[in-house]
Structure formats: C-alpha cells, structure tokens
C-alpha cells in the first residue's frame, strides 16, 4: 500500500522553475510506478508525466516534454516532478499517483496524493 504526501507547489512568475515531491510513507514504493497529473480550474484531470517502478522509463505530456521532468529516489520513497519555463496555463493543483501497472498508471491510478496547488503569474 502506498501512502503519497506531495509538496513543493506554490506561487511562481512565468518562466520560473518549481519542484515538487511526492514521498511515500508506505513499504513498497519500488513496486509502483509513479506519476504526475494536473487539474486545472473548470477542466478534468490530466496525465502529466511517469516513471516506472525502475526508473529507467519515462512518460510525458506533450505540454510537458522539454519542460518537465520526473525522478525517483528509491533510498527516500520519492518521485519528484521539476517543472521549468513554466508558463500561467501550467496553474493546477497537481496530483502525484501510485500504481503497480505503468499502463493503468497513465489512465486510472489506483492511488492519489492530496494534491498540491502550482500556480503561474504572468
């Protein structure tokens, strides 16, 4: 079972950079894949990016490639998202998520994090 706590959001101008982490207090952090996804005021929630549970693959959005990156560190049960070159339409609260299939992870996790709000001024 995976128990995911993010942080890292917060305030930032356009053009700036953030990171945010995702610790798992559970035992069986390398058994999952991890992900980031975004939701934005009015919209429904988006993938954003994965890893799997090696990670030695990754996965992005189209907004996010080139942008983005996320990580993993196994000694600390963190997945990590650094976002740069942010831009206002990245303003969401983002949502790290958990689960044992990289497939299923991109479209159903069967864990969320409580989110964490990013928001971008132009």
């Known amino acids: 079972q995976v128990q995911l706590v993010e942080s890292g959001g917060g305030l930032v101008q356009a053009g700036g950079s953030l990171r945010l982490s995702c610790a798992d207090s559970?035992?069986?952090?390398?058994?999952?894949?991890m992900g980031w996804f975004r939701q934005a005021p009015g919209k429904e929630r988006e993938f954003v990016a994965a890893?799997?549970?090696?990670?030695?693959?990754?996965y992005y959005a189209d907004s996010a490639k080139g942008r983005f990156t996320i990580s993993r560190d196994a000694a600390k049960n963190t997945v990590y998202l650094q976002m740069n070159s942010l831009k206002p339409e990245d303003t969401a609260v983002y949502y790290c998520?958990?689960?044992?299939?990289?497939?299923?992870?991109?479209?159903?996790?069967?864990?969320w994090g409580q989110g964490t709000q990013v928001t971008v001024a132009s």
């Open positions: 559970g035992r069986t952090f390398s058994d999952y894949a």
């Open positions: 890893i799997s549970w090696s990670g030695s693959t990754t």
């Open positions: 998520a958990a689960d044992r299939f990289e497939s299923r992870l991109r479209v159903r996790p069967s864990s």
